[in-house]
């Protein structure tokens, strides 16, 4: 929200001189699309009730996450659709010290998230996924 009244600011601001009227509006499509993409690659982490903490390591096409509670690290292709939306498909589970298994059917997993009420440090994810009916709603946290 902050970077919305920032982009209308400049607007306003750059409307009243000389320039041209095309960069105040560039400007605000870059300053609009720059926090999403913030969150395209890095380190970040969410919490699962029952489960514990998962931390992610994300690169341009993949996402590796780490259950702290077993050691489990399984790893996603990532397929950013828009700046704000990806697809995570499993491939495979890179690491298992304490041999847990997974639940049945999650070797098949493609996941849809969606960005939504973003902030500066966390978002909330929207996801649905072809194991089950249900929207879930998790906070990604930047690390």
């Not at 489960?51 to 702290?68: A, P, V």
Request: proline residues 3%; contains cysteine.
């Amino acid at each position: 929200m902050r970077y919305v009244a920032l982009a209308i600011f400049a607007v306003v601001l750059c409307g009243c001189t000389d320039k041209p009227k095309k960069e105040p509006i560039q400007e605000q499509l870059i300053i609009a699309d720059k926090p999403f993409k913030e969150w395209h690659r890095g380190k970040f982490y969410y919490k699962e009730p029952n489960i514990g903490t998962f931390l992610i390591n994300r690169t341009d096409s993949i996402q590796e996450e780490l259950i702290k509670s077993t050691g489990m690290i399984v790893e996603f292709d990532i397929n950013w659709t828009t700046d704000s939306s990806y697809i995570l498909t499993f491939v495979k589970i890179v690491d298992n010290p304490n041999n847990k298994s997974i639940a049945a059917g999650a070797e098949k997993m493609v996941k849809r998230c969606y960005i939504t009420q973003l902030e500066e440090l966390s978002y909330l994810e929207k996801s649905t996924s072809n194991l089950s009916d249900k929207i879930i709603f998790t906070k990604i946290y930047r690390k």
